[in-house]
Nanobody
Framework: QVQLVESGGGSVQAGGSLRLSCVASGYTRNYCMGWVRQAPGKEREGVALIWPGAGITEYVDSVKGRFTASQDNAKNTLYLQMNSLKPEDTAMYYC?????????????????WGQGTQVTVSS
């Protein structure tokens, strides 16, 4: 059974930075993993994908150049470094694993989800 536990959310002013962490337990070694966000009244949106086995990362256009996904295999931890944050980045952020296709656009259909961590960016 895969379990994902996020941390690191919070409130920040526009232009600031946050780093989200996701500790994974269970067998995730070959899984694509990533981050999905959901703002109030909006659909879930995959923002960053990482496939450690292939050294692949992929980002939704709106966060390219600002967000970076990485993984520390020794700690079974996935990270999302978010820089130059904007008010439109405000959302609940979820760590996910095992999407049907290893693409950021498929992350919202992942089989495993964390409980989410809130990110709020004020202008």
């Amino acid at each position: 059974q895969v379990q994902l536990v996020e941390s690191g959310g919070g409130s920040v002013q526009a232009g600031g930075s946050l780093r989200l962490s996701c500790v994974a337990s269970g067998y995730t070694r070959n899984y694509c993993m990533g981050w999905v966000r959901q703002a109030p009244g909006k659909e879930r949106e995959g923002v960053a994908l990482i496939w450690p086995g292939a050294g692949i990362t992929e980002y939704v256009d709106s966060v390219k150049g600002r967000f970076t996904a990485s993984q520390d295999n020794a700690k079974n931890t996935l990270y999302l470094q978010m820089n130059s944050l904007k008010p439109e980045d405000t959302a609940m952020y979820y760590c996910t694993a095992d999407p049907p296709i290893c693409r950021v656009s498929s992350l919202s259909l992942s089989n495993y989800w964390g409980q989410g961590t809130q990110v709020t960016v004020s202008s």
